[in-house]
Structures are given as structure tokens and as C-alpha cells.
């Protein structure tokens, strides 16, 4: 299975294009505990009105040609070790549709919850950090996407 089509026909069929553009400064996640992380990515995800056509797309991510959307979220993204290391071998490491919507959207229902499905220690200020982070993540993802469109998120993987 092409994984990153499925997440681009996910995208297409909810009329939302995809933008990943580096961040600077280049900041550490709250969870990166040794330093180590992934490069740092601020992603853009605009919903539009009218349905996509297909020429309305370019070849390396879903740019809109014409229309301006009717909404728009940004959020940090990291992309994993593995993409930054095969940068610094000339390789590009910006992450494409699959890379970011992959597993974004958890439906959590405490932070006790988060953090036993994500081997956090309850006494953690950082797990509480990246439980709020998660919790505002997906509130944005909320006003972007309806009930029907959210659990298809779930569904890439």
C-alpha cells in the first residue's frame, strides 16, 4: 500500500491542502529528553470550500491554485532522526502528508489515560506539557475536520 497516497487522498477528498515549511529557530519538542530530535517543521493544513479537482494539485504536495480557504490551522511538527540524519546526506527530510497525519489525532480521555498509553510518568511536568499540547492539537484538528472526516484520520496508518 502507497501510504502517502492514502494520506493525499484523504487530504483531496476533504478539500484540505498540506504545507510543511522548516521552523526557525529549530526548537526542541517538550518530549525530546536527550537533545535528540527530528528537524522541526511548522505544517499548515488549509480547508477550502469548493471540491479539489486534480489539476489544482502540484506533484510535491497540494498547492491550490486558485480560492482562499474558509480555514486554516497550523501546529510543530518533528520529523524523526532517521529523516534528519538522510538530510545531512543530501536527502531530503521534509516531511510529506503520510509522515505528519499518521497517527496526529488521539482521542484521549484523561491524562492518566495519556500517559499509560504512552508510558508517561503521572509526576511528569513534561508528560502534562505534551498531554496539553496533545489536547490543543487536536482541538485544531476539530474546527478543520467534522466527526465523519476525523475518524478516516484515525483509519491512516
Known amino acids: ?39 522541526h517543521y511548522s505544517i499548515t493544513l488549509s480547508k477550502y470550500a469548493e471540491p479539489f479537482k486534480r489539476t489544482d494539485w502540484k506533484e510535491k504536495g497540494f498547492i491550490i491554485k486558485q480560492g482562499r480557504p474558509t480555514k486554516e490551522i497550523q501546529f510543530n511538527f518533528w520529523n524523526s532522526l532517521h529523516a534528519k540524519e538522510q538530510s545531512e546526506h543530501g536527502k531530503s527530510d521534509k516531511p510529506r502528508a503520510y509522515d505528519v497525519l499518521a497517527g496526529i489525532y488521539t482521542q484521549i480521555e484523561s491524562f492518566e489515560d495519556f500517559c499509560s498509553n504512552f508510558d508517561y510518568d503521572e509526576d511528569s511536568r513534561t508528560a502534562e506539557r505534551t498531554f ?6 487536536n482541538a485544531k ?17
Open 1 to 39: 500500500m502507497d501510504y502517502n497516497k492514502q494520506a493525499e487522498d484523504f487530504l483531496f477528498s476533504c478539500n484540505v491542502s498540506f504545507e510543511a515549511l522548516k521552523a526557525i529557530p529549530q526548537l526542541a519538542p517538550n518530549w525530546s529528553k536527550d537533545g535528540k530530535h527530528g528537524t
Open 132 to 137: 496539553k499540547e496533545v489536547q490543543e492539537l
Open 141 to 157: 484538528l476539530e474546527t478543520i475536520f467534522n466527526e465523519e472526516e476525523l475518524a478516516k484520520l484515525q483509519e491512516i496508518n
